[in-house]
């Protein structure tokens, strides 16, 4: 399949023209130079090459076309957003060209080469919807600006225009609740910080990481104002979260004959109660709540709600009837809005569906490529329409991987068979800003005439992303397209496996993360052949960040592995008593870890230094800036207090392989942990437990300050790791 020649023409061409010159007939877009700004961002040499022109859509698809002259191009597209779109496919399949979450390569001409035939494509799917509800949590609590708008304008070129902000909604919660008997300080110590935000608006738990400061909040409020205008002047919709019910603690307390329904426990968490939303309370702070949304940050035709979330405990409030009184109360705000709802677990439940206007809700499945038994969506949910979305990514796990093979063998002949339901895609990896051949790939469904072929996708992919086609790039990327991005739902995985140097130490350990897979999901040994060819490709493609931050993760991948096929050997000769063994092999897995930590510093994402750094430039005082930094490391580590870290099993559940954590926490815990068993085997006893909670908060309490900038060559240090496998 030739993707820099090839037009999906749902409409054919001659609907395009006509509709180019019906667009240029009516005049300018509405938002003029969003598009524009966007290119000048993203490629300042060329902002001037080019027009962009909004043209109409034909039967209410959103449609793209690229022609024009060297130098001068002319993109046309039903938004803004959609005009970058096009703008991304004419850079990638024509000028061989890519900008990612990971690395980019904007290296062209002075004049941009003209296509050498109309680039064309349409919108198989309305929705294209971006985020998980964690998002913002695992991705960046304390992102600024800056990488906001960066982050928009990637979205926009990988063709979404349906993105999820939870930002700014303790603001709203803030102000609500002080009209129903809280106090400013009372509401402020509830909401949590903002890196656990998104569980307590999921209803799973409060206060944790707080109380946030009226700085904060002002900082948050200003910061979501800028993200939801500008999603709006790209064409795109601010999907922003609706009042489903959440009240803080003794509600009923304050507001006499208001009926609340406690919602348990959530993995060590006390849940905040849920107020009855046939009470007439609910219809009150509903009309509150969206009232003070639409305040601060404008409207929107989507709305996300999770109603009972993971576990959440209706009591005697019938389904239905809570159903219908929260829509009830979306509808008298917003009466076109369409509600979005989570489709996880058992959400969302039959008697949500059967009571709810299906006809305006879209469900964004979770589990589309998670497990082999769910074969027809229509049926589960009574043809409801849904996005087929994937989470390859759980806590913001560095792992390499996608189930992509279920892509192409799912997505097209679900969204074409008769009666489907299915309106959209759905990105929802936990945390975003990783796999970008994933991210790629994914986007791409939606804008694919036809089915996507893996082979043909993944022969093309090294040729944009590292700007020339180049052999060892290609044999690189089909070993991970037969490796990492080869595995599918059968094994009942979406994720990755993790490496076992993030894991609370135990020789039986076999997951970091307590919900992680336990064994490997591909051949470790066949994925290492990539790593020589990455280093053969040709010295002129290897300047490019993309192509550096591609080496630095295969490096990683590889070393990670070692944990896995290491750790069974340490632990045998433990069991056999063998103590020279035992020394010999654990002073093999520092080594490993020291050269994990070397591979991982090179790049920006993954210093966990500035994940602390990030976070400590929100605070006013020295006081809130180690509270907000105490926020977003635990976060990574315990999760949260110890009955959600050890009874729970949230520790770990958002290990990442990064500079910092590495070298830092996780070096700290081997090392005790080995050292207590060499001290064991020594002395002829069983070893003593070790308190891990108290350690790794000690850790989080104490730990140096980490290097905010990237260090080392990582050209060279992939070298040193694959003459260390013997790659």
């Not at 061409?13 to 130079?33: D, F, M």
């Not at 109660?273 to 929107?300: K, M, N």
């Not at 329409?385 to 279920?406: E, Q, R």
């Amino acid at each position: 399949m030739d993707f820099s020649r090839r037009s999906a023409l749902a409409l054919g061409a001659s609907a395009l023209i006509a509709a180019s010159a019906s667009a240029a007939h009516a005049g300018p877009c509405t938002e003029p130079g969003a598009a524009a700004g966007a290119r000048r961002r993203l490629l300042p040499p060329h902002a001037r090459q080019g027009t962009f022109r909004r043209v109409p859509a034909p039967g209410g698809h959103d449609l793209i076309r690229v022609t024009g002259t060297t130098g001068d191009l002319l993109v046309e597209g039903t938004t803004p957003a959609v005009q970058l779109t096009g703008l991304h496919q004419y850079l990638r399949h024509i000028a061989h060209a890519h900008f990612s979450w990971n690395g980019a390569q904007p290296n062209l001409p002075d004049q941009l080469p003209a296509p050498d035939a109309p680039l064309e494509r349409e919108a198989n799917v309305p929705h294209r919807f971006a985020f998980n509800d964690t998002n913002e949590g695992y991705t960046g609590p304390y992102r600024g600006w800056e990488w906001w708008e960066h982050e928009l304008d990637l979205l926009a070129l990988h063709g979404y225009n349906e993105v999820l902000v939870t930002i700014g909604t303790d603001s709203v919660y803030h102000r609500v609740f002080q009209e129903f008997g809280y106090t400013d300080a009372e509401i402020r110590a509830w909401i949590p910080g903002p890196a656990h935000q998104p569980w307590w608006l999921l209803q799973n738990m409060s206060g944790f990481g707080g109380p946030v400061s009226t700085h904060l909040l002002e900082q948050r409020r200003e910061l979501a104002g800028r993200i939801t205008r500008r999603l709006r002047e790209l064409g795109m919709t601010p999907v922003l979260p609706g009042y489903y019910g959440t009240v803080p603690a003794g509600f009923a307390e304050r507001n006499p004959g208001a009926v609340t329904v406690p919602q348990g426990g959530w993995v060590g968490f006390t849940r905040p109660d849920w107020l009855d939303p046939r009470d007439p309370h609910f219809a009150r702070i509903a009309e509150t709540f969206y009232a003070t949304q639409r305040e601060l940050y404008g409207d929107s035709s989507m709305y996300k709600m999770d109603l009972l979330h993971e576990g959440g405990d209706p009591g005697d409030v019938p389904i239905g009837d809570a159903t219908r009184a929260v829509e009830r109360a979306l509808r008298t705000a917003h009466p076109d809005a369409e509600w979005a709802i989570l489709g996880w677990q058992h959400n969302p439940h039959q008697e949500l569906i059967a009571a709810a206007d299906t006809s305006r809700m879209l469900i964004v499945d979770g589990l589309s490529d998670r497990f082999p038994r769910i074969t027809d969506r229509e049926k589960d949910w009574a043809g409801t329409p849904y996005a087929f979305g994937s989470i390859w990514n759980f806590g913001g796990h560095t792992a390499m991987g996608a189930n992509t093979p279920d892509w192409e063998a799912l997505y097209h002949s679900w969204r074409t068979k008769e009666g489907s339901a299915l309106r959209g895609i759905a990105l929802m990896p936990e945390a975003a800003d990783n796999n970008p051949a994933a991210f790629a790939l994914f986007s791409d469904l939606a804008w694919t005439e036809g089915s996507v072929e893996l082979r043909g996708w993944y022969e093309q992919w090294p040729l944009y992303r590292y700007g020339a086609a180049d052999r060892h790039a290609s044999a690189a990327w089909d070993i991970l397209r037969r490796t990492a991005y080869g595995t599918t739902r059968a094994d009942q995985w979406s994720e990755a496996h993790e490496g076992l140097f993030g894991a609370r130490p135990d020789l039986a350990a076999d997951n970091a993360a307590s919900w992680s897979p336990t064994t490997l999901r591909y051949d470790v040994e066949e994925f290492a052949r990539a790593l020589p060819e990455l280093l053969a490709v040709a010295p002129a493609l290897r300047r490019g960040s993309a192509y550096r931050y591609d080496l630095m993760d295969v490096a990683r991948q590889t070393v990670s592995h070692r944990s896995r096929l290491l750790l069974p050997e340490i632990r045998r000769a433990y069991e056999a008593g063998d103590s020279a063994e035992f020394a010999s092999l654990t002073g093999q897995w520092f080594r490993w870890m020291e050269l994990l930590e070397e591979v991982v510093a090179t790049d920006t994402g993954h210093l966990l230094g500035r994940w602390i750094a990030e976070a400590r430039a929100w605070g006013r005082d020295a006081q809130e800036r180690d509270r907000l930094a105490y926020d977003a490391t635990s976060l990574l580590t315990v999760w949260g207090h110890r009955q959600a870290a050890d009874g729970g099993g949230l520790r770990d559940y958002a290990n990442r392989e990064w500079s910092g954590l590495i070298g830092g926490l996780y070096t700290l815990r081997w090392r005790t942990y080995f050292d207590e068993l060499t001290a064991a085997l020594s002395e002829g006893r069983e070893p003593k437990p070790i308190d891990w909670y108290a350690l790794e908060e000690n850790w989080l309490r104490t730990h140096p300050a980490y290097p905010t900038k990237p260090s080392g060559d990582i050209v060279r240090i992939a070298r040193k790791v694959a003459r260390a496998v013997g790659a």
